[in-house]
C-alpha cells in the first residue's frame, strides 16, 4: 500500500508541474484513479502518456514493490495542458 501523499509525490517529481487529482477508489490504498495534467504528455500518444506514468510508478506496481506493497488497480486519465 501507498499513501496517496507519497503517490503525489512520485508522480510531481516524475512530472515537474502537472496537475494530479488522485483518487482511493476503495480506501485500501492499492487501487487508485489517477488524474494528470502535465507538459510532458503534449504531443504523445495516450498510450505512451500511460506508458510514461507506468515507468514513474516503476517498482510501485510490482508486487512487494516499494518496500509498501503494490498497487493492485490502477485507472488512468492523462492529458497535456489546454493551450
Not at 503534449?42 to 498510450?47: A, D, F, L, N
Request: glycine share 10%; charged share 20%.
Amino acid at each position: 500500500m501507498i499513501e496517496p501523499d507519497a503517490l503525489r509525490r512520485v508522480l510531481e517529481s516524475a512530472f515537474p508541474g502537472a496537475q494530479v487529482q488522485i483518487t482511493d477508489l476503495t480506501g485500501t490504498k492499492d487501487h487508485y484513479q489517477l488524474s494528470i495534467v502535465a507538459e510532458a504528455f503534449r504531443g504523445q500518444p495516450r498510450m505512451r502518456q500511460h506508458r510514461l506514468v507506468y515507468e514513474a510508478l516503476g517498482e510501485l506496481l510490482r508486487p512487494g514493490g516499494g518496500g509498501q506493497g503494490a498497487i493492485h488497480a490502477l485507472s488512468l486519465q492523462t492529458s497535456a495542458p489546454a493551450q
